[in-house]
Nanobody, 126 residues
């Protein structure tokens, strides 16, 4: 079992940057693939980025490729999402998620993740 707590959300202007963090508790973090999803009001939850348990493989949603970077520090039990060149359409609640299965590539569907954080709000203002 892994418990997840996101932080780092807030209000930022168009073109700005934010770094989200997801702190995990539990002894199995280093063997857990991690992902970031987001959900805007009235929209379905959307895959943003994922990283395998060892960090050797990452995947990104088409809307964030080239702007967002996912990384993890297993020594700190933390996964990060660096978000650059933010746009108003990036406004959403961002969720951290954990997948205990050792997939070769990170999952892109929310049903592939068993553990979820409570979410952190990101608002991009124009």
């Amino acid at each position: 079992q892994v418990q997840l707590v996101e932080s780092g959300g807030g209000l930022v202007q168009v073109g700005g940057s934010l770094r989200l963090s997801c702190a995990a508790s539990g002894r199995t973090f280093s063997s857990t693939a991690m992902g970031w999803f987001r959900q805007a009001p009235g929209k379905e939850r959307e895959f943003v980025a994922g990283i395998t348990w060892g960090g050797g493989s990452t995947r990104y949603g088409d809307s964030v490729k080239g702007r967002f970077t996912i990384s993890r520090d297993n020594a700190k039990n933390t996964v990060y999402l660096q978000m650059n060149s933010l746009k108003p359409e990036d406004t959403a609640v961002y969720y951290c998620a954990g997948d205990p299965r050792r997939r070769l590539r990170p999952g892109v569907h929310d049903y592939e993740y068993d553990y979820w954080g409570q979410g952190t709000q990101v608002t991009v203002s124009s």
